[in-house]
């Protein structure tokens, strides 16, 4: 049996285990960084894979396999990092990494839906990506406007945090086009 020293369980500083509130019970505020880059990872792999697999089958396994890969990768940092830096035993480390990290994994629920209601629906795989692609920019902007707005930011800083958030959706689309 594995002994864990839980003397460590509420570490200071940016590793802190946030209490999920009712109004945030699956962290999808508090965890906005996760969502933003998971769901950047599911457009970037929509822009390439889109083009390039036989199936929308085939591009909701490349999303799943490189989000999860992603996930994997910025999991084992984070754990890392807590263990390294505040000197977590790995296994308080893991709990709080896993914790925080979910919704980079999390973000890819969305575009595949979408992919898979688009191939129900008889779309083709490009206009099923396409779709999906479109809906990850709308996150993107809708995610960025809630940034601004729950930072305080004016209408008008509001309206720009969208706008970076759908420039860096339309820089993937971008991407798509010149891949494709």
Known sequence: MVHVDDRNAEPEGDV????????????????GEGLITGTVVCAAVIAYGGGHV?????????????VLVYW??????????????H???????????????????????????????????????RTAAWTALIATIVLLTAYSY??????GLS????????AVGAGIGLLVAALKVALH
Do not use: M, N, Y
Not at 54 to 66: E, K, P, R
């Open 72 to 85: 994997v990768a910025h999991l084992h940092a984070r754990t890392l990092g807590a263990a390294v830096t």
């Open 16 to 31: 802190r285990i946030d209490r999920r509130s009712k109004r945030d019970p699956f962290g999808l505020i508090s965890g």
């Open 155 to 162: 209408p008008w800083g509001r309206v720009a945090s969208a």
């Open 87 to 125: 000197g977590h035993h790995p296994l308080v480390a893991l709990r709080l990494a896993l914790h925080e990290t979910w919704p980079i994994a999390g973000a890819s629920v969305l575009p595949i839906l979408v992919l898979l209601v688009a191939d129900v629906a008889g779309a083709s795989l």
């Open 146 to 151: 809630l940034a601004g707005a729950r930072s």
């Open 54 to 66: 036989d199936s929308t089958a085939q591009l909701c396994l490349a999303i799943f396999g490189t």
